[in-house]
């Protein structure tokens, strides 16, 4: 049994940079609204943007830590995630 991948012939995905995404998300707002996994992608973008330009947590649930949102104010962009 052989395994096949699917792949395009005329297409490779960009390679993330997070200045690209910082640029992009200058002046907004982006929510996340998804399970303990998807938490977890939103931690590692996170990280991969502070990076660049530093985060600052605004709030946060004091009981599950289940709603979150941060500030990058060199950007004025806010995250937050539910």
Same mark, same amino acid.
């Given at each position: 049994? $052989?395994? !096949? +991948?699917?792949?395009?012939?005329?297409?490779?995905?960009? !390679?993330? !940079?997070? @200045? +690209?995404?910082? =640029?992009?998300?200058? @002046? @907004?707002?982006? !929510?996340?609204? $998804?399970? &303990?996994? +998807?938490?977890?992608?939103? /931690? $590692? #973008? #996170? *990280?991969?943007?502070? =990076?660049? &330009?530093? $985060?600052? #947590?605004?709030?946060?649930?004091? /009981? /599950?830590?289940?709603?979150?949102?941060? +500030?990058?104010? /060199?950007?004025?962009?806010?995250? *937050?995630?539910?």
């Amino acid at each position: 049994m $052989s395994k !096949t +991948a699917w792949r395009t012939a005329d297409w490779t995905p960009a !390679t993330f !940079t997070p @200045n +690209a995404f910082l =640029s992009w998300f200058r @002046n @907004n707002h982006l !929510t996340f609204v $998804s399970d &303990s996994l +998807a938490r977890k992608q939103v /931690e $590692s #973008l #996170l *990280c991969l943007l502070a =990076s660049r &330009s530093p $985060s600052e #947590l605004m709030y946060r649930d004091d /009981e /599950e830590i289940r709603f979150r949102r941060w +500030a990058f104010r /060199e950007h004025n962009a806010t995250m *937050c995630i539910f």
